[in-house]
């Protein structure tokens, strides 16, 4: 048993080590092989070979480093060569679909957003699969080595098998995306929910970066949360959504498409705020929000302008939100809250009420020098699928498969 499980436990060591020299450079690069050494707790040796095997496949590039102030000659140091290899990062939301071109360094060389009709009787994979095929013949010329797809999406995501058990808007049962897409493109599939995806780009990316504690909450056509522990993301293996939106917040509440009556989706997505403002307009013929078509932004502008009808619904919003984050700060004791949502263009008013329920309700010890804050990226376009390749680079997954060819 030992001899057979020892070659799969040396290929784990190669991978891992592989994938800490990569995540050095990029993080560090311009580096020398003497400082890669000491970062990577690694012999020369080891070094020697993990980086000569990466230059050999393209993907890190020798260049000068020049000390401040030293007349001596340059020393060699590693940076990525990022330029010529792409993935496909696709974002399936309602009633859209957005396909990006990026490169390894994450820069995006091109984006679409397409239609993707709720109801159809193709079914959804026939659908995702057209659309990808129309977009690289679209961008054909653009197009270097394709080496992954990353998809987000919102719904019920077993991430490990790529299987998509079921999302909100579309008819899905038990899809299994990632093994069809990858049979189909002969390239890694990497599936994972939307708000999981995003909480990782703002952690590699954006406002969480360096942070090692932090719960992303989304507020938006569905509520859900992220959470980073000790800089990583929770469950990253299955899973990785914390179904805060689907949390029972009103036992007689709306009918969710989770089967469940009164969950905080149902309350406090944006659907669900604009359903309630509708309704409130006919007790409040006064609201500013008479004076033009309702939308998260003609609410948002309203409450920003003092209209009492409008704060009071984000209010309320940041009430329900704030409720289900004070249990979990007691669970996780964050360094940062980051809030993703429309709403935030009225952040003055949803984040004091978020972070006051928190307060209330928290152990202070726990929320007295939490931050909250906005996300740096919003919900749309494909820099949450970005993080899903960047952390396969850096655990050596998709590295070693680069590396082998």
């Avoid at 000569?52 to 993907?59: P, Q």
């Avoid at 939106?245 to 089967?259: A, E, L, M, N, S």
Wanted: glycine share 8%; charged share 20%.
């Amino acid at each position: 048993m030992v001899a057979d499980s020892q070659p799969g436990h040396i290929d784990q060591i190669k991978q891992t080590n592989a994938g800490v020299v990569y995540r050095l450079i990029d993080t560090h690069g311009p580096v020398s092989r003497i400082d890669l050494s000491r970062l990577a707790q690694l012999a020369p040796a080891s070094i020697t070979k993990i980086v000569r095997e990466m230059i050999e496949a393209h993907l890190v590039q020798e260049t000068e480093i020049q000390d401040p102030g030293s007349r001596g000659r340059p020393a060699v140091g590693l940076m990525l060569e990022t330029e010529a290899w792409h993935y496909l990062s696709v974002r399936i939301s309602r009633g859209e679909i957005s396909l990006g071109l990026h490169d390894l360094s994450s820069k995006l060389i091109v984006e679409d957003a397409v239609s993707l009709s709720v109801e159809d009787t193709q079914p959804l994979i026939e659908r995702i699969i057209a659309q990808i095929d129309q977009f690289f013949i679209r961008h054909q010329q653009k197009l270097e080595r394709l080496t992954a797809i990353a998809i987000t999406m919102p719904g019920i995501i077993d991430t490990k098998r790529g299987i998509v058990h079921r999302m909100p808007f579309y008819d899905v049962c038990d899809m299994p995306l990632g093994e069809i897409l990858e049979n189909y493109t002969g390239v890694p599939v990497y599936v994972q929910h939307d708000i999981s995806a995003w909480t990782m780009a703002e952690g590699l990316f954006g406002a969480s970066k360096g942070a090692r504690d932090v719960i992303q909450v989304v507020i938006d056509d569905n509520v859900g949360a992220g959470v980073i522990t000790d800089g990583r993301l929770l469950h990253a293996g299955s899973s990785s959504l914390v179904e805060i939106g689907h949390t029972q917040v009103d036992p007689y509440g709306k009918r969710c498409y989770c089967g469940n009556n009164g969950c905080l989706e149902t309350i406090a997505s944006i659907d669900s705020v604009l359903e309630l403002a509708q309704l409130r307009m006919s007790q409040s013929m006064g609201s500013m929000l008479h004076e033009q078509p309702l939308t998260v932004e003609s609410l948002c502008d309203a409450a920003l302008n003092g209209d009492l009808l409008a704060k009071d619904i984000i209010l309320g919003v940041g009430t329900n939100v704030g409720r289900i984050l004070a249990i979990m700060v007691n669970l996780f004791h964050p360094q940062k809250i980051l809030i993703g949502s429309p709403l935030n263009r009225a952040a003055e008013i949803l984040h004091p009420a978020i972070t006051d329920c928190i307060r209330q309700q928290s152990l202070p010890a726990y929320s007295e020098h939490m931050i909250v804050e906005s996300t740096q990226y919003n919900h749309r376009g494909t820099m949450a699928g970005a993080a899903l390749v960047k952390d396969a680079m850096y655990n050596g997954s998709l590295l070693i498969r680069l590396l082998q060819g």
